[in-house]
């Protein structure tokens, strides 16, 4: 068969030059780029969601819940001039010692407010407890107590009646500086140690 050129057939290897071809032509005429090495591209041209994706979070894995505070009783002075018992949350493992600078602390505004006040200041204090005889020693930096006189029986009483809430403690002695002292009792007297609740009887709080 001898027809014109275009009734002659096509060798396979030119139709898939042809078939590129056209893939080629049809890119271009979409409008994608093409370049023979990569480009920058320009950062009002990224998709949003590429350029600040979504923050990641992370959950405790079961069984390693993160610790949380205990509820524990300081007491501190009421308007009627006895001790009053309020709570405060102390992180975990609670010591004695936490508890005793929670009292240092002194009332919250909200406690300020209703007339309830606090006769110690705040200074460096630890406590050690003999187990066996059931007796706790406050170890004061400087001299906590910030009144005179007769009061001073009802500061002395906020930290034994705050350090024998605890159990198995039943029993105070303070020092100050690293040397023992006595301490005011509501009887009147200027006693060694240890003091306990007993010797504050009158400055208990009111049921």
């Known amino acids: 068969m001898t027809g014109g050129r275009s009734g002659r057939p096509v060798p396979g290897g030119a139709r898939v030059g042809l078939l590129m071809a056209a893939i080629v ?4 005429s979409c409008g994608i780029p093409t370049a023979s090495s990569p480009t920058p591209i320009a950062r009002s041209d990224v998709p949003y969601h590429l350029l600040d994706p979504a923050t990641t979070t992370t959950t405790t894995a079961p069984g390693t819940a993160p610790a949380v505070g205990v509820v524990e009783q300081i007491y501190l002075v009421a308007p009627d001039g006895h001790l009053v018992a309020v709570t405060r949350e102390v992180a ?31 200074t460096g204090a630890q ?22 006189g007769p009061d001073q ?4 009483a906020q930290v034994v009646y705050t350090v024998t809430q605890q159990p198995g403690v039943t029993g105070v002695s303070f020092e100050i500086g690293g040397t023992a002292i006595e301490v ?6 200027q006693v060694p140690g240890p ?13």
Do not use: K
């Not at 032509?25 to 271009?28: F, K, P, R, V, Y």
């Not at 508890?99 to 009332?107: N, Q, R």
């Not at 029986?153 to 002395?156: E, G, R, S, V």
């Open 184 to 189: 005011p009792t509501a009887a009147g007297a």
């Open 92 to 122: 975990v493992p609670a010591s004695l010692t936490q508890v005793l600078g929670a009292l240092l602390a002194g009332p919250t505004a909200t406690e300020s407010a209703s007339g309830i006040l606090s006769y110690l200041g705040h």
């Open 153 to 156: 029986t009802l500061a002395i």
């Open 195 to 207: 003091v306990g609740r007993a010797d504050y009887a009158p400055q208990a709080p009111l049921p």
């Open 127 to 148: 406590v050690t407890t003999d187990a066996a005889s059931g007796v706790a020693t406050v170890h004061f930096a400087t001299d906590p107590i910030q009144v005179v």
């Open 25 to 28: 032509l049809g890119a271009a």
